[in-house]
């Protein structure tokens, strides 16, 4: 190849880089978290002189309401900024199922807030699980994984459920009913072998909830019989000892290291006093999703450059805060508040303010602010994590 040759080669290759680069800028790719942020570009609504909302009233939304059960989704249609996770607050009257269904984009985690729920989920080695679920625990189902809900007993239930892809509803959520009902007799005969005849009266529609009798208290064995699956998707997490015990509230916390099979998501209920402070900090390795459970809280945003926002989330209300992006939680209600925080990743990871100050010389943060020394022999000289009303508790 001549030296003009390589140039032109060069020159061509070179812009075809540049043009393949700005081609996959501007794709959104269905994967967890962010993809403009994965790809170290700026997401443009983040980028903007001011934070935008970081708030969606989700309890106050219209969602799908079939007889008594109801299902409302927050996902970057309702809340742009939350690209990394997607939320639904999900109830169930008695007799009523989510039909079985699959998530082609996201993981499903969920927590139980009252009433009971039984789930079956199937994993593509063909081992199923059969879980009952009550008040404080969690399941956690594989993105692609096959499963149902249903409500258990005379009581409704109510669970919220966190993907980690905040875009996943957009790409629909894949139910055997819309399947089924869409598919030619032929090829149904064909596949179960039985006639055509077995499929007339399926519904031609999603169902989406299904409704029948209240199922059995004990589950009955599935078609094949008992194929356990290596790791279970189910974890009593307030049935553990809290986390952490504070002065001001306390934490439980649940990640892959306590629930093997939550690869993707970790999960927290935080309890705060009235008055109480989760202190300022932020998450290296994964966005934030609130759901408020009970009680008012104040939730602030740091966005770097100044930027700064402060939004009032009560019960039902949720809230997102992107990766690495400082923030704190307080409770400004007369009454204990409840938040449930869901992360996109299996591992839980937190640097807090007073964490960091600790961890440096006085004679940098002296430097730091120009601040004497001694002021800062004051500050906590360990991590904070939940301030009390009066501030933090003294060693």
Same mark, same amino acid.
């Given at each position: ?213 209240? =199922? ?43 629930? =093997? ?135």
């Amino acid at each position: 190849m001549s030296d003009f040759q390589r140039r032109d080669f060069l020159a061509g290759a070179a812009a075809f880089a540049a043009a393949t680069t700005a081609a996959l800028v501007g794709t959104k790719r269905a994967e967890a978290g962010d993809p403009s942020f994965m790809n170290n570009v700026p997401d443009p609504l983040l980028a903007e002189d001011e934070l935008p909302t970081f708030k969606f009233a989700l309890e106050k939304s219209t969602g799908k309401v079939i007889g008594n059960s109801s299902g409302k989704e927050a996902t970057v249609k309702q809340l742009p900024i939350s690209k990394g996770i997607a939320g639904v607050s999900m109830r169930l009257e008695p007799g009523a199922m989510r039909e079985l269904h699959w998530h082609a984009t996201a993981a499903e985690w969920a927590f139980v807030i009252e009433g009971r729920v039984r789930t079956t989920v199937i994993d593509p080695q063909g081992n199923a699980e059969t879980n009952d679920f009550g008040p404080g625990d969690v399941w956690y189902f594989p993105r692609g994984h096959g499963h149902m809900l249903e409500c258990l007993g005379n009581q409704s239930t109510h669970f919220i459920l966190i993907f980690d892809n905040g875009y996943f509803s957009e790409f629909g959520t894949f139910s055997i009913t819309d399947w089924i009902g869409h598919t030619p007799k032929p090829l149904l005969a064909k596949n179960f072998g039985l006639p055509e005849s077995a499929f007339d009266g399926f519904p031609k529609e999603e169902v989406y909830f299904a409704r029948g009798a209240v =199922p059995p208290e004990e589950p009955a064995p599935p078609l094949h019989g008992r194929k356990l699956p290596p790791l279970t998707h189910k974890y009593e997490l307030l049935a553990q000892i809290p986390h952490g015990i504070f002065k001001g509230g306390r934490e439980w916390r649940v990640d892959s290291s306590r629930f =093997p099979i939550s690869k993707t998501v970790t999960g927290v209920i935080l309890d705060l006093d009235p008055g109480a402070l989760r202190e300022l900090h932020w998450h290296p390795t994964a966005d934030e999703w609130q759901y408020i459970i009970e009680g008012k809280v104040s939730v602030t945003l740091f966005g770097s450059d100044g930027r700064y926002r402060t939004e009032i989330l009560e019960k039902g209300d949720v809230g997102y805060i992107p990766q690495g992006y400082g923030h704190s939680i307080e409770n400004v209600g007369d009454t204990p508040s409840r938040a449930l925080l869901g992360f996109n990743t299996g591992v839980y990871e937190t640097i807090d303010l007073s964490m960091w100050i600790a961890g440096n010389p006085v004679d940098v943060l002296a430097t730091n602010f120009s601040k004497p020394a001694s002021l800062f022999e004051k500050f906590p000289h360990s991590d904070v994590f939940i301030a009390d009303k009066d501030g933090p508790e003294k060693p």
